[in-house]
Structure formats: structure tokens, C-alpha cells
């Protein structure tokens, strides 16, 4: 009796608890910065504070709020991102994107060098063979067939930014089950349902806690292979050297003793310590992998979507790329339709829909005064479709980035790759080898739509679309016979 008590007790609790989460979560659940609500909030507002679940940000929507915010007290005021728990972030806690003030300093200012337009040529024909790779593996596919097209670009961001950082080939495009591959893909497997986005939505104040007790956002397993595959890496690179340069080789060249990581005003101006290495390593992998894939997939959506721009875009590649003319760098940077059309695209489907920064001390901006402390939220998504800004906002039209057009447009409203001293920093990396792939891919293949095809495409809450982008893919000597 006294057993079966104690086991109702604890049924009982467990439903309540249970059904209070489920309550607060209700609660709560209107106030999350989906796209929809940012959305509806903005008004001709100049901010609007909104939830992500129980934490407050203020949404800015003020230009010349903004063009403080992420230039000119970038700084003095708004120089880091939203506080990260240290022990959540596990290993990441030294990467670039959560690091603070002085010491983000040193380490943004340490891993620039390798970001120059030198160093992006000498990249170049390393992104060139993957490409190549790339061509050869869709040419062996059934063209009938439709493809679920992040799949096959995602290899292609994954090899170039391995090999371009480490020396490394894992040619993940003929190996997706190679385990680099898996555990990579492993860590976006991110739901906003999973029980610690819950209770970390639900209450932010135990993302201490959770820390001390161990429990990190990342799988152990994937972050332990990776430390452990960088590790060996690096261990080779510090014995033997193959000429080539690389990201970590440059990092370790630039290394300091251990005991100079601490997070004090006082910190040399450069170099990295044995785990920031590692870490920046690890940042770069999953930066440059996910993001450049994802703006890929949306760029070949909204050419197949839109054939007259796709065409005026292979007429482009034609005339500059004659077949069996060799690319070069160069050449490729000159293309102003393609990067028109990855502007526009990137307009219409920014893949950071969301900006953010803290502010360190008490602001007045554009007559607004914002208090030590709040997380503010820059909505890049919410500018991009602004018909304040841009004329038919959801329409696909690469003309409004021609030269002409580009002169009258506010760069605070378009932000892909952030903006500032803390932007993206690997943005120029990006272009370059999202770039090189389109030119090869419509210098060979045909792209159309097809019945699997979702138009128009619809995103879910963590604008994520909710059906894979799906297009056909047929060599053109095909088409040209037809
Ligand atoms: C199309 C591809 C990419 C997009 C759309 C993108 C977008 C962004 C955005 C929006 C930010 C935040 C900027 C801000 O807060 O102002 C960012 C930061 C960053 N990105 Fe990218 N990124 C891309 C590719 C890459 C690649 C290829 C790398 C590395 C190889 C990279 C490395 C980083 C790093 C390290 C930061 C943090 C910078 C800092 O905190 O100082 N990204 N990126």
C-alpha cells in the first residue's frame, strides 16, 4: 500500500510538472520571435521588444539606430553577442562568435590575414578541383531524377572549407558516410522541440546550472571526434610541412603559451593558444559548411524559379566562359549578374535571419535610450522584405543590386553577412566558392523545377524550408540535342 501511495504521489507530480510546462510554454510560445510575429510587430517602428521565450530583446529597426549599433559603437557599446553559458558552449566557449571584447580582439584580428584577396587566390585552385569533383559526381546521377539539391552542394562547402583550412581531403562528395561527414551533419541536427531548447527557452536562468552539471547543446561524441581529428591534425602540421598554406597553419604560427587565454582587458594584440586553435578550427567547419551550403540551395531555388533571370545568368557565363577558357579568380569576381543574382537572393532568404548584440553600458541612440545589458536584435529578415525599403519586396529581381541601382540602396537594410568590425569574416571566402560552383554548375547542367518542387517555398519557424528544395539537373549536351 505504502508503495503503490508513494507511486501515484510521484505519477501525480510528474503530471503536474508536466502540465505547468506545458501551460508556460503556452504562455510563452506567441511571443517567440518567429518571422511571422517580427513581422506583424514592426510598423513603422523605430525598435519593439520582443521574447525568445522569457528573455526580452529589443528589435531595431532604425537605420541610423542600426548603423550605431553594428559600426560606429560596435567598439565602445555593441561589441559581443548574446552572453553564452560556458559550460553549454563546451568546447566552443573560445570560438570567435562567443568570445568577448579584448580577447575577441585578438583573435578576430589574428585569423584576418587569412581572409585577404592574396590568400584567396592562393585558395582558389584548391576550391577549382572540388568543383570539378562536384561537376563529375552529378554527371554520373540519373538526370531523370530529381535532387534534393542542399545534399549534393553541402559535400562541396564541406571539402573546400576542409581543405582550404587543414590540408585535409575527405572528399565527403564520394564519401558521405566518411565519419568527418556524418558527425558534421550530426551537429545541425537541431530541433526547437528537443527537451534543452525547452527549458532553456522556458528558463534561461538554468543555462548555469545545466553547465555545471555537464550538460552541453552539442553531442559529446561529435565534439570529442572533433577535437580529437583536429588534434591530429594539428600534430601533423606542427612536424612536417608540405608547403601548402592553410588556416591552421597560419593559427600556428600565430600560437601563445596557454596562460595568456584569460579573459583580461590586458592581452597581446595577436596569436591563439593551443585550444583557441582548435576551436577556431571547429568555428570555421561548421561557419563556413552550413551557412554556404544553405545560401547556395536557395540561389539555384530562385534561378530555376525564375528562368528569365537563370537565363540572363547562363548568357553571362557563356560570353565570359567560352568553353575550355580556364577560370580564374579574377575573371569570376567580374561576374555582375551572378553576384547581383546572390545578392538578390540572399535579399529574399537571408540565412541569419537575426542579428544581435549586447549593449555593454547605457545609450542614448536616435533619441532612444537603451539600458546596460539588453540583448538587441537587429531583424535582417524583417528589413530585407520591408516594401519601405525595396519595391516588391518577395520578388526575386537581381537588377536592384546593378551598379546603377546599388548606389541608392541604404546598406542597413541589407546585412547577409552582418555588418562592422564583427561582420562575417569569412564573407569574401564564401562568395568566392559559392561563385565558382554556379559557374560550373550552369556551365554544364540545365536547372528546372519539377513537380517535387514547393513553389512558393515556405519556411518553418526557425525559417528552415519545411520541404528540402528539390530541382532537375540536366547536362546541357542533353538539352542541346533535344
Ligand atoms: C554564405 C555563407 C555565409 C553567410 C551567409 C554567413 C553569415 C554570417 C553572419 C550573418 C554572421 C554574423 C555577423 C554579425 O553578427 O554581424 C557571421 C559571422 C561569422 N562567420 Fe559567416 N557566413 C557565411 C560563411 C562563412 C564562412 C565560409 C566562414 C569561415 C570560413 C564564416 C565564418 C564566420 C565567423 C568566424 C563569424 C564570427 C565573426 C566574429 O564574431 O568576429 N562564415 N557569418
Same mark, same amino acid.
Given at each position: 500500500i505504502a508503495y503503490s501511495h508513494t507511486y501515484q504521489r510521484s505519477s501525480f507530480l510528474l503530471f503536474f510538472c508536466t502540465f505547468a510546462l506545458f501551460l508556460l510554454f503556452l504562455s510563452v510560445w506567441p511571443r517567440l520571435g518567429t518571422a511571422n510575429t517580427h513581422l506583424k510587430l514592426?510598423? %513603422?517602428?523605430?525598435y519593439e521588444l520582443i521574447y525568445d521565450g522569457r528573455l526580452p530583446i529589443l528589435m531595431v529597426t532604425d537605420l541610423e539606430m542600426i548603423k550605431a549599433i553594428m559600426v560606429k559603437e560596435c567598439y565602445s557599446t555593441f561589441t559581443n553577442r548574446r552572453e553564452t553559458n560556458a559550460g553549454l558552449a563546451g568546447p566552443f566557449a573560445d570560438g570567435i562568435t562567443v568570445v568577448k571584447d579584448e580577447r575577441w580582439k585578438r583573435i578576430r584580428s589574428s585569423l584576418?590575414?587569412?581572409? &585577404?584577396s592574396g590568400r584567396l587566390k592562393e585558395i582558389f585552385p584548391i576550391a577549382v578541383t572540388h568543383a570539378d569533383r562536384f561537376i563529375k559526381n552529378m554527371q554520373k546521377r540519373d538526370h531523370e531524377q530529381p535532387v534534393k539539391v542542399k545534399e549534393v552542394v553541402a559535400p562541396y562547402s564541406l571539402d573546400v572549407v576542409t581543405s582550404s583550412s587543414f590540408s585535409v581531403d575527405i572528399d565527403s562528395i564520394n564519401n558521405a558516410d566518411d565519419p568527418f561527414v556524418t558527425n558534421v551533419k550530426k551537429f545541425f541536427k537541431f530541433s526547437l522541440f528537443s527537451p534543452l531548447i525547452l527549458i532553456l527557452t522556458l528558463f534561461p536562468s538554468v543555462a548555469n546550472l545545466l553547465g555545471k552539471m555537464g550538460i552541453s547543446l552539442f553531442s559529446r561524441s561529435s565534439v570529442d571526434f572533433f577535437y580529437n581529428v583536429l588534434r591530429k591534425i594539428k600534430d601533423e602540421h606542427n612536424k612536417e610541412s608540405n608547403g601548402r598554406v592553410d588556416f591552421l597553419k597560419l593559427m600556428i604560427q600565430n600560437q601563445i603559451p596557454d596562460e595568456k587565454f584569460e579573459d583580461t582587458s590586458d592581452q597581446p594584440v595577436k596569436g591563439l593558444t593551443d585550444h583557441e586553435i582548435l576551436s577556431q578550427s571547429f568555428v570555421f567547419i561548421l561557419g563556413g559548411y552550413e551557412t554556404t551550403s544553405t545560401t547556395l540551395t536557395y540561389l539555384l531555388y530562385n534561378l530555376a524559379t525564375n528562368p528569365d533571370c537563370l537565363e540572363k545568368l547562363v548568357v553571362e557565363i557563356d560570353t565570359n566562359f567560352p568553353s575550355d577558357t580556364p577560370i580564374t579568380y579574377d575573371a569570376l569576381m567580374k561576374m555582375d549578374y551572378l553576384e547581383m543574382a546572390i545578392n538578390e537572393s540572399m535579399r529574399l532568404l537571408p540565412t541569419a535571419p537575426r542579428l544581435e548584440r549586447v549593449c555593454k553600458k547605457t545609450v542614448e541612440l536616435n533619441g532612444v535610450t537603451i539600458p546596460k545589458d539588453t540583448l538587441v536584435g537587429i531583424p535582417t529578415y524583417v528589413l530585407c522584405h520591408d516594401p519601405q525599403l525595396w519595391e516588391s519586396p518577395d520578388e526575386f529581381r537581381p537588377e536592384r543590386f546593378s551598379p546603377e541601382s546599388k548606389s541608392e540602396m541604404n546598406q542597413y537594410g541589407f546585412m547577409p553577412f552582418g555588418l562592422g568590425p564583427r561582420n562575417c569574416i569569412g564573407m569574401r571566402f564564401a562568395q568566392m566558392i559559392m561563385k565558382l560552383l554556379v559557374l560550373k554548375l550552369l556551365q554544364n547542367f540545365s536547372m528546372e523545377t519539377c513537380k %517535387? &518542387?514547393?513553389?512558393p517555398l515556405e519556411l518553418n519557424a526557425i525559417f528552415q524550408p519545411k520541404v528540402p528544395i528539390t530541382l532537375k539537373f540536366i547536362p546541357r549536351s542533353c538539352k542541346a540535342k533535344e
Open positions: 514592426f510598423n %513603422e517602428q523605430l584576418s590575414p587569412y581572409f &585577404t %517535387e &518542387t514547393q513553389i
